[in-house]
């Protein structure tokens, strides 16, 4: 068992992200669960109270892990090299986003984790909240655990150790699938550029209605998302843009 916690930790760069967790006493069993199956990163964004012996305390045998916790002001300081985000979420959106059930991710789903040059993040929203709308449309897919329709709440500790115990699941059922490509996939960053680039070009075309302008913006980042280009699209698709925006100031 030693031997394939060992290549999960390091062939794998695979992120669980808690935001604004309020109880640090969660903070220390999330470090506890994911240790518990073989993955070592944990990140943290603006938690109410870090470092606190309260985390320590309920870490038990995972201490390395909080010694070692990425702590981020912002979500995108802690995706900006991220090339697969994954958020849990276990409420109905308004805008449909592509979601799955942890113990049915698809194929092409389930090759992109294992593919070892992609970073991975899975996100675990607020105690109280969740994972707000903004936070859920910057993942490429949403992950839901099969939960009674009747309470359907989990403590967050619980359910980072429900995602990663499938996650190792996924990761130990065959060997690892190598996707080989010349061209890296774009970061989180990168789709962000492209994004707002695409909304100047837009908002400089008149082409947005005041009435509808934030479902536009939704459903392109969903598109985005969806369509996963690499960093080479992303150039190609940036260069575009700028020649149109070069035919429009003329």
Same mark, same amino acid.
């Given at each position: 068992?030693? $031997? ?24 220390? !069993? ?9 993955? !070592? ?15 320590? $305390? ?10 070692? !916790? ?8 802690? #995706? ?61 897919? $949403? ?14 500790? $619980? /359910? ?24 890296? #996939?774009?970061?989180? !960053? ?27 913006? /939704? ?12 960093? #080479? ?18």
């Amino acid at each position: 068992m030693a $031997h394939s916690e060992l290549i999960l930790k390091e062939d794998y760069d695979i992120e669980f992200i808690l935001i604004e967790t309020s109880h640090p006493g969660n903070i220390g !069993a999330c470090a506890r669960a994911i240790k518990n199956m073989g993955f !070592a990163k944990l990140g943290l964004v603006n938690p109410k109270n870090f470092p606190c012996d309260e985390a320590y $305390h309920r870490s038990k045998g995972a201490k390395d892990i909080l010694d070692d !916790a990425n702590i981020y002001k912002s979500l995108d300081e802690a #995706l900006s090299e991220a090339t697969l985000v994954l958020g849990t979420s276990a409420r109905e959106r308004s805008i449909p986003w592509p979601s799955s059930y942890t113990h049915l991710i698809d194929e092409d789903m389930s090759n992109d984790i294992k593919d070892k040059n992609n970073k991975i993040c899975i996100l675990f929203g607020r105690e109280d909240s969740g994972l707000s709308n903004d936070e859920l449309q910057k993942c490429h897919m $949403h992950l839901r655990i099969p939960c009674s329709d009747e309470y359907s709440s989990l403590n967050i500790s $619980h /359910a980072v150790q429900i995602i990663s115990y499938e996650f190792r699941n996924l990761l130990m059922r065959e060997e690892s699938i190598e996707v080989k490509s010349d061209v890296p #996939l774009s970061t989180d !960053a990168d789709n962000e550029f492209l994004l707002e680039h695409l909304d100047k070009v837009l908002l400089d075309l008149n082409f947005y209605d005041q009435n509808s302008s934030r479902q536009v913006q /939704a459903r392109l980042k969903r598109l985005i998302k969806k369509a996963r280009p690499d960093k #080479l699209e992303v150039g190609i698709l940036r260069g575009f843009l700028t020649k149109i925006q070069e035919i429009l100031n003329k």
